[in-house]
């Protein structure tokens, strides 16, 4: 699976565990619903600080956002 894909997939699972909506979570992290939208249909490419402020706002290690069947 592509890995921008896998992300997304990842962010999507920890985001709803929380019961959070995409603007929950996008006024929480301090990015555009849009852009995280983007992200989680894999179709947007992250930067490392991007998927740092990911990690950290969920709550979680940077590498459980990268990893397959995390």
């Known amino acids: 699976m592509d890995i921008c894909k896998q992300v997304g997939l990842n962010v999507r699972r920890l985001r709803e565990a ?3 909506s995409q603007e929950d979570f996008a006024d ?3 990015i555009h619903r849009t ?3 983007g992200i989680e249909r894999g179709v947007r490419n ?3 600080r991007v998927l740092d402020k990911i990690a950290n ?3 979680t290690e940077l590498e459980t956002l990268i990893t ?3």
């Open 57 to 59: 706002t969920l709550e």
């Open 68 to 70: 397959r069947n995390a």
């Open 46 to 48: 992250p930067t490392i």
């Open 28 to 30: 929480k992290i301090g």
């Open 18 to 20: 929380k019961g959070w």
């Open 35 to 37: 852009y995280i939208s």
